[in-house]
């Protein structure tokens, strides 16, 4: 199983300066092969990045994500993209549950679910975010937050389906809101939050499954600590935001993937 190092660029880069970046990125990681490497842009620059990641020649292809689609196919739903959509245009992953949608757009687990469900029917991966709150980490109900959300959001997805997800864990109190100071969870805590959530797997759905699920991190990964967040057992990649907007410094993070 390839590490995953998938970039959340948010409402960030234009057409013009996200396609300038994939072809910076692709110079730089040309000859890596340890990460699967993932782009999610704003739906603007699917379309040209799309076409640009067609044209490159490399042993390392960079693939395409989007940051969220809705659960219908389609219809009445001013403002949304469908799954139908994404995959038309290129993409193979979809985030989906991002804490600032869940918080800013109102999103719960029951719409998240049937989004993750949409998605597979289509053959988009799901990166399905989970993660607690500053206030339910400070109460020490982390893992009941995480535990329910996992529970809700994976209602229904069969023991075969569930390697096609990866599970993003992103503690909400990590996540750096374009701080690039912004502390990320040490080691031994997003570890920890990791092997909770294989445990939650190989209950649901067996050891064999849970194992090829990736689990990735997500909140203030950078080039400073991508490697040792990386080397982590249970930790299989990584969902990186403010750090993923400079090529240099994602191609740094794709590089600390050893394999
Ligand atoms: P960050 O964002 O790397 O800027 O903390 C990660 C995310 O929100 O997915």
Known sequence: MKKLIAANWKMNKTIKESVSFVKELNELIKREKNAEVVICPPFTALEALSKELKSQKSENQILLGAQNMHYE????FTGEISAAMLMEIGCEYVILGHSERREIFCEHDALINRKVITALKHSLNP???VGENLEQKKTGK???AIGNQLKNCLNGIS???ISKISIAYEPVWAISKGDPNHKAATKEDAENGHSFIRDFLIKMHGRDAAESTRIIYGGSMKPENAKELLSMPNINGGL???ASLSAKSFAEIIKSVIS
């Open 73 to 76: 196919e389609n219809g009445a």
């Open 127 to 129: 990166i399905l975010c």
């Open 142 to 144: 982390a893992k009941e």
């Open 159 to 161: 023991k075969n389906q």
């Open 240 to 242: 990186v935001g403010n």
